[in-house]
């Protein structure tokens, strides 16, 4: 008879959890940017260890939401906001358009080479969003026209990082059963 497993075995070790010995005590910035990092690496730990299939699965009908979505989407919203409204690029959103506004998680499918270009994209937008925020004042405002500093672009990241994370950990847990984090 297998030993059944216990909720509390499930959660990641913490000898192993890259987001321990942040900066728990800086200044203004340096407290934006560590809980924004906080939030990315969160996102990173529920995708790890899956295949395309797995990060493709979707959460029970009729929603399209995947891990692989997640990701996909978090991508277009780094690069919205940083690229397109705070640096003034005019540049396209990678998997949003107009023919295909849901086109983040309906074209998360179960394909290597997808999900390879999603993690791949987010990873330049994560790396573009912060050399930026590194390079600009809090107070800075975007070129979109909003009232909105980059401050308060920090805390909105960090909101929608979290609230997608909860999603994530409900994603997880129906694949392989991990939680926590």
């Given at each position: 008879?297998?030993?059944?497993?216990?909720?509390a075995?499930?959660?990641?070790?913490?000898?192993?959890?890259?987001?321990?010995n942040?900066?728990?005590?800086?200044?203004?910035?340096?407290?934006?940017?560590?809980?924004?990092?906080?939030?990315?690496?969160?996102?990173?730990?529920k995708?790890?260890?899956?295949?395309?299939?797995?990060?493709?699965?979707?959460?029970?009908?009729?929603?399209?939401?995947?891990?692989?979505?997640?990701?996909?989407?978090?991508?277009?919203?780094?690069?919205?906001?940083?690229?397109?409204?705070?640096?003034?690029?005019?540049?396209?959103?990678?998997?949003?358009?107009?023919?295909?506004?849901?086109?983040?998680?309906?074209?998360?499918?179960?394909?290597?080479?997808?999900?390879?270009?999603?993690?791949?994209?987010?990873?330049?937008?994560?790396?573009f969003?912060?050399?930026?925020a590194?390079?600009?004042?809090?107070?800075?405002?975007?070129?979109?026209?909003?009232?909105?500093?980059?401050?308060?672009?920090?805390?909105?990241?960090?909101?929608?990082?979290?609230?997608?994370?909860?999603?994530?950990?409900l994603?997880?847990?129906?694949?392989?059963?991990?939680?926590?984090?």
């Amino acid at each position: 008879m297998t030993k059944p497993r216990h909720r509390a075995d499930l959660f990641l070790d913490p000898a192993v959890d890259p987001r321990e010995n942040g900066a728990p005590v800086g200044d203004e910035r340096a407290t934006l940017v560590e809980f924004l990092r906080y939030q990315r690496l969160t996102l990173r730990i529920k995708c790890e260890g899956l295949d395309a299939e797995q990060l493709a699965r979707r959460a029970v009908e009729p929603s399209t939401m995947s891990l692989l979505g997640l990701v996909r989407h978090l991508a277009d919203v780094e690069r919205v906001w940083f690229r397109r409204r705070f640096a003034g690029q005019d540049v396209p959103t990678r998997y949003q358009t107009a023919d295909e506004p849901d086109g983040d998680f309906d074209g998360a499918v179960a394909d290597q080479a997808v999900a390879d270009e999603a993690f791949a994209a987010w990873r330049e937008e994560i790396a573009f969003a912060e050399r930026f925020a590194a390079d600009t004042e809090l107070d800075f405002v975007g070129h979109d026209g909003s009232v909105r500093s980059l401050r308060e672009l920090l805390v909105h990241m960090i909101e929608e990082y979290a609230r997608h994370n909860g999603h994530a950990d409900l994603l997880r847990e129906r694949i392989d059963g991990r939680i926590g984090e």
